[in-house]
């Protein structure tokens, strides 16, 4: 019964995107690929492809199916990049992140580099997390670490993609600090009060900032969270 309506409801959400074009191919096929219902918590595994974010343990949310998709897009993530993501949550948006920098890992020579890292300052939600991304197929590609994601990774990693899926008011500069050149960072920026997801691109001289679109996330929280205001 619940098996179908999942199977029924991703279907309609997975014909949306093909008739809406808002999602480059690639994120569409992640989405297909990754089963969200293994990351939602029991008693909301009905509503799992009903367009909405989810609450998850601790006051955080686990996004809605296209904002988690739409960031995977925003960050311009394609196969083979090396990505951070701070705020692991559920584990979800790691899944996908993993599923189209990896592609097919199954019976594939794996690479000595890791592709995906992610952080979660929640024991408990980087204990969900783990248990979850422990039963897919691209674990063992997967470094989940726990700690405040505001500090960076914590042995100073470089990236070319960071995804940052909780509110800051500013971008944090060990963030910045371990963002390679042409590099892309995805995050939501309190601005006033106004949340935006912008997208920043590294350049020689600093990171250039677009505006892409007015969202909702929880607060990030650590040295460089929304609400430690720090001496300037
Ligand atoms: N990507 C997640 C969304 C989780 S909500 C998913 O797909 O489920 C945002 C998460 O950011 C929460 O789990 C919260 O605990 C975490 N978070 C907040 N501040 C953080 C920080 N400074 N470092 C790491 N994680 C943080």
Redesign the pocket.
Known sequence: MLEEKLRQDKKKLISFYKRSDLLPKRVVKAFRKVKREH?VLEKYKEHTYINSPLP?L?G????SPTM?LLLCKYAKLKKNDKVL?????????TALIAQIVLGNTKGKKKDKIKKVYS????KK?HKYAEERLQETDYYDQIVLAQ????KGWPNGETFQKIIV??TGREIPPPLIKQLEKKGTLVMPKKENDDEWLIRGIKKASGLDIEYLDRVR??S???KY?RNNRRAS
């Open positions: 990351f998850l601790e955080a949310t686990i996004s988690s993501e701070v705020g692991t949550g559920s584990g979800y948006q952080i979660e300052i929640s939600l700690g405040d994601g505001t899926t909780a996330f929880v990030l929280k650590g969270g």
